[in-house]
């Protein structure tokens, strides 16, 4: 029942640049509440990659960049490279359902 | 450094209950909600609820509202996930994540999970 929408997959060589749009809606993202994003590797927990839209934690590399416009973010990832597969989750705030939501993840594959 | 570490992997029949713990270490337990958040096999993320360590106040998602119960124990850090009247669609990793509030938030309950537990695996079968 996400209220989120990712694409279930995006591709890219070693080296290129590819994006995972977070679509939400006027009770979420667009009501001005801030998107986080995650990277979950396969067969770990979910690890926060991006905070408040836009800001790296310590460790991120800045191959990672967020960013968000009316009801929609974007995960940006530049200089792919292998380890960079993985699932990626967006999350937010929906005042509607008085509870945290999470986008249906994007599974981000290296060629 | 701050880590959350859960039990271990259960397995139960339809109908049983199931207690799951996260024990907090590297920081202030109460100083942070703790909130739960189940993944089924090859599926996505949801989220189950949230509680207030420092008064014990809840939260719970409407789709588990009457099946699950938020608790904590503030003498050894630890917070409890208990979900009753199992089915087998409740087969998920159940994940624990202290959740960090956003400064000046429009609403106390906006913010991000960091760090997150190493998840527990519950299988429900007859």
């Known amino acids: 029942q996400s209220v989120l929408t990712q694409p279930p997959s995006v591709s890219g060589a070693p080296g290129q640049r590819v994006t995972i749009s977070c679509t939400g809606s006027s009770s979420n993202i667009g009501a001005g509440y801030d998107v986080h994003w995650y990277q979950q590797l396969p067969g770990t927990a979910p690890k926060l990659l991006i905070y408040g839209n836009s800001n790296r934690p310590s460790g991120v590399p800045d191959r990672f960049s967020g960013s968000k416009s009316g009801t929609s973010a974007s995960l940006a990832i530049t200089g792919l490279q292998a380890e960079d597969e993985a699932d990626y989750y967006c999350?937010?705030?929906?005042?509607?359902?008085?509870?945290?939501?999470f986008g249906t993840g994007t599974k981000v594959t290296v060629l | 450094q701050v880590q959350l570490v859960q039990s271990g992997a259960e397995v139960k029949k339809p109908g049983a209950s199931v207690k799951v713990s996260c024990k907090a270490s590297g920081y202030t337990f109460t100083g942070y909600y703790m909130h739960w958040v189940r993944q089924a096999p090859g599926q996505g993320l949801e989220w189950m609820g949230r509680?207030?360590?420092?008064?014990?106040?809840?939260n719970y998602a409407q789709k588990f509202q009457g099946r699950v119960t938020m608790t904590r124990d503030t003498s050894i850090s630890t917070a409890y996930m208990e979900l009753s009247r199992l089915r087998s669609d409740d087969t998920a990793v159940y994940y624990c994540?202290?959740?960090?509030?956003?400064?000046?938030?429009?609403?106390?309950?906006?913010?991000?999970?960091?760090?997150w537990g190493q998840g527990t695996l519950v299988t429900v079968s007859s």
């Open positions: 999350q937010s705030y929906d005042s509607s359902l008085s509870g945290e939501v």
């Open positions: 509680i207030n360590p420092n008064s014990g106040g809840t």
């Open positions: 994540a202290r959740f960090v509030v956003v400064p000046a938030a429009m609403a106390a309950e906006e913010g991000w999970f960091d760090p």
